[in-house]
T-cell receptor
Framework: AQKITQTQPGMFVQEKEAVTLDCTYD???????LFWYKQPSSGEMIFLIY??????QNATEGRYSLNFQKARKSANLVISASQLGDSAMYFC?????????????FGTGTRLQVTL | SQTIHQWPATLVQPVGSPLSLECTVE??????LYWYRQAAGRGLQLLFY??????ISSEVPQNLSASRPQDRQFILSSKKLLLSDSGFYLC????????????FGPGTRLTVL
């Protein structure tokens, strides 16, 4: 069974600073994918970034980067130059393949608050 | 581009009443479709997924059922709601190639009283 652990229920960061949101995972699969989603107060889930288990380089998408340490089974999200609009819940998720579908297992999330 | 719709956006229902939540996807064909539930302050739990019309897989035993009557339509139902069915219900479609990411609809907030 797959498991995602996010140990930070809440984080604060000042505007324009960088912040790291932690995510560790557990799986026996050799091939897997890791995702980060943002959930603002409106409730929608917004895809941010993806890291494949065989990707040799850390993924980057604009101000988002994923610090992937396979041996430690961690996939931390780094947000650079934080903005007030980054305040939201952030979820780490892992993909498992089952037949022709991909199932996502989510962590419990981290609430990020960006302050002035 | 692809879009995903859910309705209603919010719903308040009495215990024991029926439920029907609808999800439709535009701009893609033969998508994999997913229903998730998010309890207050928690992560998402996968309830059902579908790889095609009439094909439904259930992840957890529960009071709910799902159906896929058309390629881009996914319905979540219940004959009799329980208090524990309250939550935020999200539909997603999956791009089953490249990164296999899933894209979510706006969600339905269900309160059972």
């Amino acid at each position: 069974a797959q498991k995602i652990t996010q140990t930070q229920p809440g984080m604060f960061v000042q505007e324009k600073e960088a912040v790291t949101l932690d995510c560790t995972y557990d799986t026996s699969d050799q091939s897997y994918g890791l995702f980060w989603y943002k959930q603002p107060s409106s409730g929608e889930m917004i895809f941010l970034i993806y890291q494949g288990s065989y990707d040799e380089q850390n993924a980057t998408e604009g101000r988002y980067s994923l610090n992937f340490q396979k041996a430690r089974k961690s996939a931390n999200l780094v947000i650079s130059a934080s903005q007030l609009g980054d305040s939201a819940m952030y979820f780490c998720a892992m993909r498992a393949r089952t037949g022709t579908a991909s199932k996502l297992t989510f962590g419990t999330g981290t609430r990020l608050q960006v302050t002035l | 581009s692809q879009t995903i719709h859910q309705w209603p956006a919010t719903l308040v229902q009495p215990v024991g009443s029926p439920l029907s939540l609808e999800c439709t996807v535009e701009g893609t064909s033969n998508p994999n479709l997913y229903w998730y539930r998010q309890a207050a302050g928690r992560g998402l739990q996968l309830l059902f997924y579908s790889v095609g019309i009439g094909q439904i897989s259930s992840e957890v035993p529960q009071n709910l059922s799902a159906s896929r009557p058309q390629d881009r339509q996914f319905i979540l139902s219940s004959k009799k709601l329980l208090l524990s069915d309250s939550g935020f219900y999200l539909c997603a479609w999956g791009r089953e190639r490249e990164r296999h990411e899933q894209f979510f609809g706006p969600g339905t907030r269900l309160t059972v009283l």
